[in-house]
């Protein structure tokens, strides 16, 4: 069963959605998360835009495609809701960024390194998040 061709996220033709603080997570992921399901999923969405770098992105402050399996949304909610909200504007700020950007996977990263990883600006984000281990 090829799941890449059942899951419209890993479809390298369309639009992904992803959370603005979700470039920082992508930036650091090495297979840990929520759930067995959610990391999984996250490493797909990974692994994909690995493979596709002008895969086209619409940047946001809401759930997105990652959020999809992830067990603290509840009816399209995150538990965590303003946390994250928080963490998704100050990245689109840093990024000189507004919400519902087009913008490739490539220009995405590039701005999220440049702009807040390299900077030494991560923490000023989301240091208050239970996976701030993970990403020094």
């Known amino acids: 069963m090829n799941t ?5 996220t890993l479809s390298e033709g369309s639009v ?17 998360g929520y759930s067995g399901t959610f990391t999984e999923h996250m490493a797909k969405i990974k692994a994909s835009l690995d493979r596709s770098p002008d895969r086209l ?3 946001t402050a809401r759930a997105d ?7 603290n949304l509840h009816d399209g909610v995150c538990e965590t809701a303003l946390k994250t909200e928080r ?3 100050a ?14 996977w490539q220009e995405f ?3 999220v390194a440049e702009n807040i990883l390299q900077a030494g600006r991560r923490s000023d ?3 208050d998040c239970q996976w701030d281990s993970l990403c020094r």
Do not use: K, N, W
Not at 23 to 30: D, T, V
């Open 16 to 32: 992904l959605v992803l959370r603005a603080h979700h470039g920082m997570c992508l930036a650091f992921f090495r297979g840990e």
């Open 125 to 127: 984000i989301c240091s």
């Open 91 to 104: 990245v689109l700020a840093r990024c000189h960024l507004e919400e519902d950007t087009l913008i490739t």
């Open 109 to 111: 990263s590039r701005r």
């Open 65 to 71: 495609d990652i959020c999809t399996a992830c067990p």
């Open 4 to 8: 890449h061709s059942q899951d419209p």
């Open 87 to 89: 963490y998704d504007r």
């Open 57 to 59: 992105l619409r940047v």
